[in-house]
């Protein structure tokens, strides 16, 4: 069983919305930093959004601030990504990750946890 598994992906023209989910199982939820990242085909995989386990610090790349928020239901086991005015560069496969040192990272690797993703496609 995959611990982290994300839905909500889906096909939106640009300007539209999305909201991803990722829920967690078997895990200390409210312990865990939770991270998006997102790869596009032919591009390298970047760092979205992430938020650290004491959910008062968020973190964005450049590209989506004021754009896409994040946030986390602990009670629920979930983290949320709201992606608003989306572009047609935000098309890619988003990933939900989870690190248990609680602490966000740009770095892939420091996720032990990594979901199998859900598309965002967004059309001009």
């Known amino acids: 069983q995959v611990p982290v598994v994300e839905s909500g992906g889906g096909l939106v023209q640009a300007g539209g919305s999305l909201r991803l989910s990722c829920t967690a199982s078997?895990?200390?939820?409210?312990?865990?930093?939770m991270g998006w990242f997102r790869q596009a085909p032919g591009k390298e995989r970047e760092a979205v959004s992430c938020?650290?386990?004491?959910?008062?610090?968020?973190s964005f790349m450049d590209s989506v601030k004021g754009r896409f928020t994040i946030s986390r239901d602990n009670d629920k086991n979930t983290v949320y990504l709201q992606m608003n005015s989306l572009k047609p560069e935000d098309t890619a496969m988003y990933y939900c990750t989870a690190a248990s040192s609680g602490d966000c990272s740009i770095s892939w690797s420091r996720y032990e946890y990594r979901g199998q993703g859900t598309q965002v496609t967004v059309s001009s």
């Open positions: 078997g895990l200390t939820f409210d312990t865990y930093a």
């Open positions: 938020i650290w386990s004491n959910f008062d610090r968020t």
